[in-house]
T-cell receptor, first 111, second 111 residues
Framework: NAGVMQNPRHLVRRRGQEARLRCSPVKGHSHVYWYRQLPEEGLKFMVYLQKENIIDESGMPKERFSAEFPKEGPSILRIQQVVRGDSAAYFC?????????FGQGTRLTVV | EDQVTQSPEALRLQEGESSSLNCSYTVSGLRGLFWYRQDPGKGPEFLFTLYSAGEEKEKERLKATLTKKESFLHITAPKPEDSATYLCAVLGSGNTGKLIFGQGTTLQVKP
């Protein structure tokens, strides 16, 4: 059984570039969450999606960040015009209900 | 506002020295309290879900308990491979499914 798959595992971007992070949930899970873990900080909720719908984006910065979970294909977290402060580990989780299972994360470094 | 506080921040134990990690929470209507283990550079690994006060769950050397205000993760006769950061998170009835995480307790078990 494949768990939550995230890619890439590591991503380096220059300031001003775009970062695209992908997440394939566990087969059969219809809920996808994105969390961010800044250095020396805890995991912070960003967005909750179901297929083709954003359910809760209360943790997402208002500008430059967007997320989607299309009918076909992985969920995408997109960060436009990255800044140094975006450097963090981004985790995706999927859930069949209430228990969430996490991927290994994408570590974004902005140089 | 839902909040989770974990203590201590860091804990060093000798192999075989049992101890407990604390997770204090305030939440409007607890739907579930979750424990995760996170190894460096990895995603959180699901351990337990607790739903109501008085509930207990066990897995190998770990035992999680829940009261109305806090949860404990008891580690009995730990081994070096139990070294990791342990994360506590709550799911409240007032939100859409997002987990509120504590800062974690980093456990180091020395042989």
């Amino acid at each position: 059984n494949a768990g939550v798959m995230q890619n890439p595992r590591h991503l380096v971007r220059r300031r001003g570039q775009e970062a695209r992070l992908r997440c394939s949930p566990v087969k059969g899970h219809s809920h996808v969450y994105w969390y961010r873990q800044l250095p020396e900080e805890g995991l912070k909720f960003m967005v909750y999606l179901q297929k083709e719908n954003i359910i809760d984006e209360s943790g997402m910065p208002k500008e430059r960040f967007s997320a989607e979970f299309p009918k076909e294909g992985p969920s995408i977290l997109r960060i436009q015009q990255v800044v140094r402060g975006d450097s963090a580990a981004y985790f995706c989780a999927s859930s069949p209900g209430e228990e969430a299972f996490f991927g290994q994360g994408t570590r974004l470094t902005v140089v | 506002e839902d909040q989770v506080t974990q203590s201590p921040e860091a804990l060093r134990l000798q192999e075989g020295e049992s101890s407990s990690l604390n997770c204090s929470y305030t939440v409007s209507g607890l739907r579930g309290l979750f424990w995760y283990r996170q190894d460096p550079g990895k995603g959180p690994e699901f351990l337990f879900t607790l739903y109501s006060a008085g509930e207990e769950k066990e897995k190998e050397r770990l035992k999680a308990t829940l009261t109305k205000k806090e949860s404990f993760l008891h580690i009995t006769a730990p081994k070096p491979e139990d070294s990791a950061t342990y994360l506590c998170a709550v799911l409240g009835s007032g939100n859409t499914g997002k987990l509120i995480f504590g800062q974690g307790t980093t456990l180091q078990v020395k042989p």
